[in-house]
């Protein structure tokens, strides 16, 4: 029974293992187009700024100002955002110390850009991003987003009164719109990454305990089977001990009946744990470009859609064969896996470059030949090309003959 409970604490948290890289990476992507996005925003308010100030022609200090004042809000933003992935929802605003730096950093810029344009909308923007991008909780946030795009509502309609230049055309009027949606567009695309890292999590958490669930029935079915076979072979013996003065050679029979019964009871368990280890032939071709993508390799994938119905028993270890082969005999460069659904057939196709022919070598693995043998006993076909410049295998599986 411990072989089997360790077997499924293996395989699930094998199982979660192969999901984290998934998970991680669509999170990542989500994140650096959130950051890219707040980013962008922020630069092109800048060169809106620098646009206006050129078209009032205010001078050439207030536009160098101006744009020295908008690249370091830049600079001072970013740490904001790459802090703000790692946030704590319950800790403080402020929850680093080295937090106060762009605070400041923004504080700086705010004073700077009021001294060389005198508009307060502009001048209010930078620190007022920087507070946004605090360590605010959800409602505090909501609140604090509401107040500070009043404010800066507030010091453009000042500004329209008393500080835009004469004859301020559109273009001001587009500065203002910019400059005070600014905080609602960057807690928008917070609001987005925070809903994605949510459901992210959500689904880390169905995966572990998907696999948890996983364990519980295999627990189950080895206490089941370890069972039955300990009950059984439990009475053999009795009985051989009852019998062996009156009937020595019935005893012996006896005997070698819970010999058989345990021999039953350990090939149940490697059945077992054999049928829990099994991985799906998507996360098998996963799993294989995250291995030559790990040694160098530029390796690409093209999966059916219908993969998970293909026979995994058999084409797992011809893709784990594969793709040992390909390390230890390709060029290193390139692969190339596909497994598509053609007609009544599945087709297994993995081609990479190959700098040495004896792909074929059994160095410890079981080589083309032994694929040979697993697939010709599926009903199946295998071809082996020598390229120029590449070694391609193909798989075909009778899609009838083969077990799913």
Known sequence: MGYGADAAEAAGAAAT???????????????????????FFVVVLVLFWEVALLGARTGT????????????????????LLDYRRRDEGAAPLRRRWALVPLLVALACSALLAYATGIWVIAAVPVVEAIVLLN?????????????????????????????????GPTWFLVGVYSASLPAVTILSLWWWDVVLTLDRARAAEARLAAT????????????????????????????????????????????????????ARQGTRDLALRFRSVPLRDELANAVDLLRAAGVAAESTVDRDADHAPAAILGPVIREA??????????RWAALSLTREARTWRLAIENDAEDRASSGDGGGSGLPGIARRVSAAGGALAVEHRAQSFRLVVTLPIDEAPA
């Open 213 to 264: 669930q996983e364990r519980l029935r295999v627990a189950t079915d080895v206490h089941d089977l370890q069972g039955h076979h300990l009950q059984v072979i439990a009475l053999q013996l009795e009985l051989a001990e009852r019998l062996m003065t009156s009937d020595p050679e019935g005893a012996l029979d006896q005997v070698r009946a819970a010999r058989t019964s345990v021999d039953e």
């Open 136 to 168: 605010w909780g959800p409602g505090i946030r909501l609140r604090v987003v509401l107040v500070l795009t009043l404010l800066l509502g507030a010091l453009w309609a000042i500004d329209v009164r008393f500080s835009f230049p004469a004859g301020s």
């Open 323 to 332: 793709t040992t082969n390909a390390l230890r005999h390709g060029g290193g």
């Open 17 to 39: 293992a192969r999901l984290a890289p998934r998970l991680t990476r669509g999170v990542s992507a989500t994140w650096w187009y959130t950051f890219g996005t707040v980013v």
């Open 61 to 80: 200090g207030s536009v160098v100002a101006v744009g020295i004042a908008g690249l370091v809000w830049v600079a001072a933003t970013i740490p904001m």
